[in-house]
């Protein structure tokens, strides 16, 4: 169908936490960097490593949560899964 209709460009300030924490909450495995590096047989490629990987899922994630709030809009479900039609959210 298109675009949702109630689409804005930008959020309220009011809705500026509820980014940060699910930003935080999308990053939590940061605590794992240390021991990550540590076990590297090459720790040396780990700055490429991991800048490669944020950007990676930063890019991963937000065209995942462009391409829902395109498709749902502003009533989008916090669990993307109960979203979608039949029982198939419902596993």
Do not use: C
Request: negative net charge.
């Amino acid at each position: 169908d298109g675009v949702s209709q109630d689409v804005v460009a930008f959020a309220p300030p009011s809705r500026v936490l509820i980014f940060a924490g699910t930003s935080v909450y999308a990053f939590e495995g940061i605590a794992l960097v240390i021991p990550i590096r540590e076990s590297m047989e090459k720790p040396e490629y780990f700055p490429h490593m991991l800048v490669g990987m944020m950007l990676f899922f930063v890019v991963f994630l937000t065209g995942f949560g462009i391409l829902g709030y395109f498709a749902w809009g502003n009533h989008v479900k916090a669990v993307a899964l109960n979203e979608l039609p039949g029982t198939l959210g419902m596993l």
